[in-house]
T-cell receptor, first 114, second 113 residues
Framework: EAQVTQNPRYLITVTGKKLTVTCSQN?????MSWYRQDPGLGLRQIYY???????DKGDVPEGYKVSRKEKRNFPLILESPSPNQTSLYFC?????????????FGPGTRLTVT | AQKVTQAQTEISVVEKEDVTLDCVYE???????LFWYKQPPSGELVFLIR????DEQNEISGRYSWNFQKSTSSFNFTITASQVVDSAVYFC??????????WGAGTKLIIKP
């Protein structure tokens, strides 16, 4: 089944404790992206990747890191999480840049930082 | 900065009513793409439609229709004869000059039986 998977789905952590949210897609897509969703703000892009080893900042990259060593994986790293990073996170992938059409989204990761 | 505005935070209608969700955007680009996504209560994001800026034809898909008006920078979404299963948050989005998506804040649609 074609899908984007994210792990974990739910995470409660404390300020400053490094964490990684994994994202994997099995559709051989070139493009991957991370968004955060906050009430009243819609989705905001954190980082995106047009291809392996190519990553770029989105609108809200501060406090996040990503890597794209393989086409299928695009992990999101929070080196020192803070309470303002409490949010719902979505990973997405598509064959090419969003202009090309539908993005396929993972199920979301709900992160709480206390 | 470019912006997508969904002024209706929440809309509540009774089943079988028609409902229109508004989307207005700002842009300096001549070429761009517009999208609608649905987020049902289960939380996943579901693609509904993509439109490019050169195609102003309205589109109909079953009970769903979209009205793109470049002159007013709007891309409104209408659900005809709404059903309870249409209850969801609906997002409008637009590509920016880097071909990335800018999202509206979303409109929560409640369909009462």
């Amino acid at each position: 089944e074609a899908q984007v998977t994210q792990n974990p789905r739910y995470l409660i952590t404390v300020t400053g404790k490094k964490l990684t949210v994994t994202c994997s897609q099995n559709m051989n897509h070139e493009y991957m992206s991370w968004y955060r969703q906050d009430p009243g703000l819609g989705l905001r892009q954190i980082y995106y990747s047009m291809n392996v080893e190519v990553t770029d900042k989105g609108d809200v990259p501060e406090g996040y890191k990503v890597s794209r060593k393989e086409k299928r994986n695009f992990p999101l790293i929070l080196e020192s999480p803070s309470p303002n990073q409490t949010s719902l996170y979505f990973c997405a992938s598509s064959p090419s840049a969003p202009t090309g059409g539908e993005q396929y989204f993972g199920p979301g990761t709900r992160l709480t930082v206390t | 900065a470019q912006k997508v505005t969904q002024a209706q935070t929440e809309i509540s209608v009774v089943e079988k009513e028609d409902v229109t969700l508004d989307c207005v955007y700002e842009t300096r680009d001549t070429t761009y793409y517009l999208f609608w996504y649905k987020q049902p209560p289960s939380g996943e994001l579901v693609f509904l439609i993509r439109r490019n800026s050169f195609d102003e034809q309205n589109e109909i898909s079953g009970r769903y229709s979209w009205n793109f008006q470049k002159s007013t920078s709007s891309f409104n979404f209408t659900i005809t004869a709404s059903q309870v299963v249409d209850s969801a948050v609906y997002f409008c989005a637009k590509t920016d000059s880097n071909y990335q998506l800018i999202w509206g804040a979303g409109t929560k649609l409640i369909i009462k039986p």
